[in-house]
């Protein structure tokens, strides 16, 4: 029986066609592992997240965590499931071996947490958080803040937050307001408040271990004053046994549309109302240097934001699969032309307007994976490559397709999420088909780590610019470079190429336009829809990547990835004309707009 939650053919291809993971066995960093290795890992996530997460998706949703005014209730089957999780040492997937990971190439973890992602992403949200922190601390946390804190949590036995947002703030981080006190021991007392805190509060494991940003006094203003703090649910001994409670308090839980077996809350830091030492204030500990904590943060933001893409692929990719399942087996009508009445109904698969979502779900499912694994291969590339120089490459391509690919696949494989439940059908819009709870969950992935208008503020105020544009000049090589093999190859490829190459040539040519304005205000009005045009661009040069990797096969499979990339040439990749037409004209239209004409 076929997978419903990703496709194993998409992902050996992906990983071993056209990425080559296998080659990375040849670097010291992963001599230990081989394609044996890589392929049992894919394998045992498959079956535990169809075991023992898939199972209770729909359960989670329906029973949602609930607060009793003290602690949070949650169904058993979450805890469970993070127990075999953690004993099954995915949480290091990623990891140096010297801290109990598997030291397995990102690429490899990233495939193998698209498993867990697409069967319940709610609950693999908690330890999706926690390998971000271990990671975050790994980075930037002193060796004895990473001796404390990172074992228990690959083990599986702590969990891990980022608190960011406040209630006043949102995403505008310069206005937090939580205090960060010094004391004379070395640590610091935290009081304010954060919201929307994934994982904030459980009984799953044995401590929380929060990553919060907060403010000393006397620090820079805004953002320039911010600072970075560990601060566990639990104070921890110096022999690593959990001691008294920290000041942190629950004070309610968060109902959100979709990712409902998460629980998302509201904390109090500093109220009070646990007191260590007998002194009000959760008691935290500065991770590196004062001032510099969004930084640090953004280390785990920026591992978080290619994570939601994930997340939102993985996501879009099982509601494909479902609606293809639903598609093949529901018969209705009969073909066009048809003159007996009497005759059977055929598939809906068979009518050409099924057809058309199908492939237009399937491009975005199957352009939004391979974006997100390369983007892991380029972390790979990053960490291992031969000569600094290949690492620095990666690093910058890697910086600028990082706000795509948190946006594109949360904007796209939602709107394949749609189309799964159009192709349902009435039934598609019932709680029994799971189409319905998939859209809902992967609403959320828009928002989360920054929405598109953030993303799109990134990308072209940032990222694009940086380094005198070497991000960008990078990029755009990179994808014309694809375009000149595809003409090369000849055949179906080269019948993409000039439309490839032209696109890309346009973002160079429209980003120069935007930023010779004059006006940043104008220039980055426009910012939500340049990440648009960008992002299409970006998952066209996957595809025609895709095609090049199929070489002259000629089975389905092929076939199927040649039709996708077809459809994302024909129908979508059109979008991005009228879109630069729009950005080289400079327009003021949402700028100009004042509050009170609407």
């Known amino acids: 029986m076929r997978s419903l939650l990703l496709s194993r053919r998409d992902l050996d291809f992906l990983l071993y066609d056209w990425l080559d993971v296998e080659s990375l066995t040849a670097r010291p960093r992963f001599a230990e592992h081989s394609r044996t290795t890589f392929d049992a890992v894919l394998d045992l996530s498959e079956q535990v997240a169809a075991k023992h997460f898939a199972p209770h998706n729909r359960a989670a949703d329906l029973d949602e965590p609930r607060f009793d005014g003290e602690r949070v209730h949650m169904i058993p089957e979450v805890g469970e499931a993070l127990r075999v999780y953690g004993e099954a040492g995915f949480v290091g997937a ?142 921890v001994g110096t022999d690593g046994s959990r001691g008294e409670r920290n000041d942190v308090a629950l004070a309610g839980v968060n109902h959100k549309m979709g990712y409902r077996g998460t629980v998302n809350t509201l904390l109090n830091f500093g109220e009070g109302r646990h007191t260590p030492g ?25 591992e978080a934001r290619v994570g939601v893409g994930g997340g939102a692929t993985a996501l879009g990719y099982s509601g494909y699969l479902h609606a293809l399942d639903y598609a093949r087996t529901r018969t209705q009508g009969r073909p066009l032309g048809a003159k007996d009445p009497a005759a059977p109904q055929i598939p809906i698969i068979e009518h050409p307007d099924v057809a058309r979502m199908l492939l237009a779900q399937k491009s975005y499912a199957e352009g939004a994976l ?88 990134d990308l072209l105020g940032r990222k694009v610019v940086m380094n005198g544009g070497a991000g960008l000049t990078l990029l755009l090589e990179t994808i014309t470079e694809t375009a000149g093999k595809a003409e090369a190859a000849g055949g179906e490829p080269a019948s993409h190429s000039d439309a490839l190459a032209t696109a890309a040539a346009r973002i160079g040519e429209v980003t120069t336009t935007l930023w010779k304005a004059g006006d940043p205000a104008v220039t980055l009005a426009n910012s939500s829809i340049y990440i648009e045009a960008v992002g299409h661009v970006v998952v066209a040069w996957m595809w025609l990547e895709q095609l090049l990797a199929t070489g002259s096969r000629e089975d389905d499979f092929a076939e199927g990835k040649r039709a996708a990339a077809r459809y994302f040439f024909r129908y979508e990749l059109p979008r991005t004309g009228p879109q630069f037409a729009l950005l080289a004209g400079l327009d003021r239209t949402t700028l100009d707009a004042r509050p009170e004409w609407f």
């Not at 403010?215 to 911010?226: E, L, Q, S, T």
């Not at 690093?395 to 796209?412: E, G, Y």
Request: net charge negative.
């Open 94 to 235: 990623g990891m140096d071996e010297s801290v109990g990971g598997m030291q397995l190439p990102q690429t490899v973890a990233q495939a193998s947490l698209l498993w867990f992602l697409a069967a319940n992403i709610g609950t693999t949200a908690y330890p999706f958080l926690t390998v971000a922190g271990a990671n975050l601390l790994i980075a930037h946390g002193s060796p004895e803040q990473v001796r404390t804190f990172v074992p228990p949590m690959v083990e599986g036995r702590w969990f891990a937050t980022m608190c960011l947002s406040e209630p006043q703030a949102g995403s505008s981080l310069a206005d937090i307001t939580t205090r960060a006190e010094p004391r004379d021991d070395g640590t610091y007392r935290l009081s304010g408040n954060k919201m929307w805190i994934s994982a904030g509060d459980h009984e799953m494991g044995e401590n929380i271990v929060h990553l919060v940003l907060a403010k000393i006094a006397g620090g820079p203003h805004g953002v320039k004053g911010i600072s970075l703090f560990v601060v566990p649910r639990f104070l």
């Open 278 to 302: 007998g002194e009000p204030g959760a008691v935290g500990y500065l991770v590196g240097e004062p001032h510099h904590g969004l930084t640090y943060m953004f280390h785990m933001m920026n």
């Open 370 to 457: 391979a974006l997100v694994l390369y983007c892991a291969r380029l972390l790979d590339e990053e960490r291992t490559a031969a000569t600094p120089e290949e690492q620095s490459r990666a690093h910058l391509l890697l910086d600028v397709l990082t706000p795509i690919a948190k946006s594109w696949p949360s904007q796209w494989c939602l709107h394949g999420n749609d189309l799964a439940i159009q192709v349902h059908g009435g039934y598609g819009y019932t709680r029994e088909y799971a189409v319905e709870q998939l859209y809902r969950d992967n609403r959320l992935n828009a928002i989360h780590e920054g929405t598109h208008g953030i993303q799109g503020l």
